[in-house]
């Protein structure tokens, strides 16, 4: 399994990145949010996922279409 | 001239006492491979040293507890407190027959720390323990009628730890009893150690890991260490643990969607659920632990998933 990994060193699942994006957020629990992202506040730590989302999400829906 | 009718050859059955040129000696006793009664090498596996040895390293991380080889390379001394051979007397006071007794043994172990001779004493009292004798020079048990070379029956009690002062140093011991008095003589068997071969650095018992786990809303978090030293497990093994096969949730196995800073997260549906790593040999396959330098076992938790 291909994990991505983020600036932090967390490992996520590929599979994540197949929820939608609010799924995707919501699935990661508050305390660990606040581990992959050094203690940030949650609204940092979901504008964080977004951004995360937004660059692997998406990569997996242009592949989907380019099929 | 008549013929006495007697077999000529009177000692058909003694042994002969020509001198070898090469011999395996009872040297010294290092190690015990602690097993149960079923465990045995079979004659297949008898062909080599190394081929006999892999058998038993693979034994090590066995799925099945009874059918684990348990290496306990930690003897650093002896006391032989075996009784001396009862002798059956004539009435008139000739020496009729001879019993030996069974092998007693006091055994002193490298210190490795209370929790871990803890983890021994469980071995107190359990039935159908049996082991391998490993000498300086050999690895040693006894053949069956198959040729499959079975471990020796014994009983181990690890005895009350003797705590040291200021001239002795703090004491492990154990008692050894070998339950066949021939165990070390005519019915010993097996195979020498190759010159240079260390057997303990080449054969390693499982290390217990300790699971905890938090159950939150549609996840659960969980956190390893190992159960003696309490290092981080996750830590560890983080790569490895974040693959396909380590890990099982209610008995099968899932990937874990995201490790951070040692801690697992598992995406669950509401309810109960239990998680525990895979199999010691499982846990190999992906690269923690191995047959030759040990594997792990952990517990199994029981989270609560929320649904909101």
Redesign the interface.
């Known amino acids: ?1 291909d ?1 991505i990994k ?1 600036k ?6 590929p ?2 990145f197949q929820k939608s994006e609010t799924e995707f957020i ?4 508050n ?2 949010k606040q ?2 992202f050094n203690g940030a506040s949650l609204k940092d730590c979901d504008a964080e996922l977004k951004a995360l989302y937004a660059i692997h999400g998406k990569v997996k829906k242009r592949v989907k279409k380019e099929k | 001239m008549s013929r006495l009718n007697y077999p000529l050859n009177c000692n058909t059955g003694v042994g002969n006492t020509g001198l070898p040129n090469y011999t395996i000696n009872l040297e010294q006793l290092t190690g015990l491979l602690l097993t149960f009664d079923g465990f045995k090498i079979p004659a297949s596996s008898l062909t080599d040293f190394y081929t006999m040895f892999a058998y038993l390293q693979e034994a090590t991380l066995n799925t099945d507890p009874l059918m684990r080889i348990y290496p306990l390379n930690i003897i650093e001394g002896l006391t032989d407190n075996t009784a001396a051979p009862e002798k059956k007397m004539s009435g008139y006071g000739n020496t009729k027959g001879v019993t030996e007794q069974t092998h007693q043994f006091e055994v002193e172990l490298e210190s490795h720390g209370i929790h871990f001779y803890k983890n021994l004493r469980k071995w107190n009292g359990r039935k159908n323990v049996r082991a391998y004798w490993i000498d300086k020079g050999f690895i040693g048990g006894y053949k069956d009628s198959n040729g499959d070379l079975q471990p020796m029956e014994l009983d181990i009690f690890f005895k009350q730890v003797k705590p040291g002062n200021v001239a002795d140093i703090t004491k492990y011991m154990c008692e050894v009893e070998l339950k066949d008095e021939k165990a070390l003589t005519d019915n010993l068997d097996g195979m020498a150690i190759p010159n240079g071969f260390i057997v303990k650095n080449e054969i390693f018992g499982l290390t217990d890991v300790e699971l905890s786990g938090t159950g ?4 659960a ?1 969980v956190t390893g260490v190992m159960a003696i030293s309490k290092e981080d497990f996750v830590r560890k093994f ?2 490895e643990l ?3 096969g380590p890990w099982l949730v209610d008995g099968v196995s899932k ?7 040692w ?1 697992v ?1 598992f ?1 669950l549906t509401a309810g109960t659920h239990k998680i525990k790593l895979a199999s010691p040999i499982i846990l190999a396959e992906n690269g923690i632990g191995s047959n030759t330098s040990g594997g792990y076992e952990s517990n199994e938790i029981t989270v609560t998933v929320r649904a909101n």
């Open positions: 399994m994990a983020t932090s060193g967390a490992l996520i699942s599979a994540m919501k699935a990661f629990p305390d660990f581990l992959m | 939150g809303v549609l996840s978090t983080y790569g974040f693959a396909n990937d874990p969607d995201s490790i951070i800073n801690n997260l995406t």
